[in-house]
């Protein structure tokens, strides 16, 4: 599908190489001269045209770094105050934080699927196709510097394709902490899985 069709179908819910290139400062990006194909069909675009969000990933920033979760909390950590990542360091060794972006386009959901809510994580990784880490990572701050400070998924988490080094699911978002005990941030976490070395004494 050609890039104008689609965003007259989506509006405000397209996110193409035109208003990324307008993301000024340290999150700018680098547009690639050859745009991928959009690979979603009309009917795709207009059953979920409401709901999703249609987002071009570019592979670099500007700076000709490529897009990471490292690099994207690098970036962040340099403009200071917000957006802002959760202030946590768990995850600094893990291999999915220097995963890189692919140039493609997403086609995610604003918000948890109703179903999915509260589904065990085993049920999810084998009913769902999972985004990984950095695709959502990367989705919640283009979304938010684009529409000038929109959240997606302000108070869920997201499951993600990605597993940390012993095996335990990632799972992303909740930027707000709505009890107001802990400071706002986007969070990456895991879901810690019962092993063989659990039980009690």
């Known amino acids: 599908m050609e890039e104008q069709e689609a965003e007259e179908l989506l509006g405000n819910n397209f996110i ?34 409401k709901t999703h969000l249609l987002l071009l990933c570019p592979s670099k920033f500007a700076d000709g770094t490529d897009i990471t979760i490292r690099s994207i909390r690098e970036k962040i950590a340099v403009l200071g105050g917000t957006p802002r990542f959760y202030n946590q360091d768990w995850y600094q060794n893990e291999e999915f934080i220097d995963k890189p972006l692919e140039s493609k386009w997403l086609l995610v959901s604003q918000s948890l699927l109703d179903e999915s809510r509260a589904m065990p994580a085993d049920e999810i990784i084998a009913r769902y196709r999972l985004y990984s880490a950095v695709e959502l990572t990367f989705a919640f701050f283009a979304n938010y510097f684009v529409t000038g400070g929109e959240r997606l998924w302000d108070n869920d988490y997201v499951w993600c394709s990605d597993v940390d080094d012993k095996g335990d699911q990632i799972y992303v978002g909740r930027y ?4 107001g005990l802990n400071a706002d941030g986007f969070e990456i976490h895991r879901h810690l899985r019962i092993k063989r070395n659990y039980g009690v004494v």
């Open 176 to 179: 707000t902490d709505a009890s």
């Open 16 to 49: 193409g190489p035109g208003s990324l290139a307008e993301i000024t400062g340290g999150f700018a990006l680098s547009i690639p001269a050859e745009i991928p194909e959009i690979p979603f069909d009309r009917e795709t675009l207009l059953n979920r045209g």
